[in-house]
């Protein structure tokens, strides 16, 4: 998504375009995002965006909830914010494949500092129920889509469903079907500029993981916080690996069996039946 934030969505013609820089950071935003209802005001993200005429395009991945050590426990009241300030607008969800997405996910936490085992990162609710926003985790139930799609289709008019393998498959196809269902243009090619977040490798990250290990002990002092940020930028500038980093086949397929049910509850929305992607990397 980082690719169309940057990429796209900024050259949707006659938009005006928010991306991260606003939707994340602004204050407007954040209370958006995070501010208690009995203190929220509706007026103040309206008065950043200014007239009600305006042809806007908003965009930030937390607008489906804050995931990371919460479980998503903001998605809803997002929605319902969103829906006071747009009432007619159009949504658009992109989706990514449960395994793919929290594989990825475990990969930015042990970028960021986290050393502990994928099935450490992981919470399974039906064995462990405890919402810990201290602990660095994933609740595997806030990647159930069903009830996000719901959400959005309940308070929204029209609702848009993509998918990320689509668009690895095919960008253009992709691009395509973005002009055609929300009746824009842009002009764009995936070749205009290279990948934006590129992902660790497998000998990267069990790398990281060992440094991260250390990481309290190094940064006691000047000298250990030198030598940390120089371990780090070896795992990440220098060491090279071809293989790519994926959970075990065990836990892989321990993620699939948990969402499998609920992924067969997206056969409702229609511009999933007919996509190969979502046969191959969401039911299979």
């Given amino acids: 998504s980082t690719y169309l934030q940057s990429e796209l969505f900024p050259k949707i013609e006659g938009f005006e375009f ?12 954040q209370k958006l995002l995070y501010q208690d209802e009995s203190l929220y005001k509706p007026e103040d993200l309206r008065a950043l965006i200014g007239g009600s005429d305006k042809n806007v395009f908003l965009s930030n991945e937390l607008f489906s909830g804050h995931t ?24 658009i969800v992109l989706l990514r494949n449960q395994v793919s997405i929290l594989e990825s996910l475990y990969s930015m936490a042990v970028y960021s500092g986290y050393h502990k085992r994928p099935e450490q990162f992981l ?36 609702v ?30 995936i070749g205009d500029t290279n990948r934006k977040n590129q992902s660790l490798s497998k000998r990267q990250l069990t790398y990281l993981r060992k440094v991260n290990k250390a990481k309290t002990l190094l940064e006691w002092n ?7 940020r120089q371990k780090v930028w070896f795992g990440e500038k220098v060491l ?14 321990r993620i ?4 499998a ?24």
Wanted: hydrophobic share 30%; aromatic share 20%.
């Fill in 222 to 228: 000047s000298l250990g916080k030198r030598i940390f």
């Fill in 240 to 253: 090279k690996g071809k293989e790519k980093f994926s959970f075990s086949p065990d836990l892989r397929t």
């Fill in 261 to 284: 049910e609920d992924n067969e509850f997206l056969w409702q929305f229609p511009e999933l039946k007919n996509s190969e992607s979502f046969k191959k990397y969401y039911l299979d």
């Fill in 123 to 158: 919470r399974w609710g039906n064995e462990d129920p405890r919402y810990n926003p201290y602990e660095i985790n994933e609740h595997l139930e806030s990647f159930l889509y069903t009830a996000l799609l719901n959400t959005y289709k309940e308070l929204f008019p029209k």
């Fill in 18 to 29: 928010y991306g991260v820089e606003q939707c994340y950071y602004s204050q407007e935003f």
């Fill in 256 to 259: 699939k069996d948990y969402y």
């Fill in 68 to 91: 990371l050590g919460m479980n998503a426990g903001n998605r809803t009241q997002i929605a319902k914010r969103l829906k006071q300030a747009f009432p007619e607008a159009e949504i």
């Fill in 160 to 189: 848009h469903v993509f998918l990320f393998e689509d668009f690895i498959k095919n960008p253009d196809k992709f691009f395509e079907r973005i002009k055609r269902e929300l009746g824009v243009d842009f002009s764009l090619k």
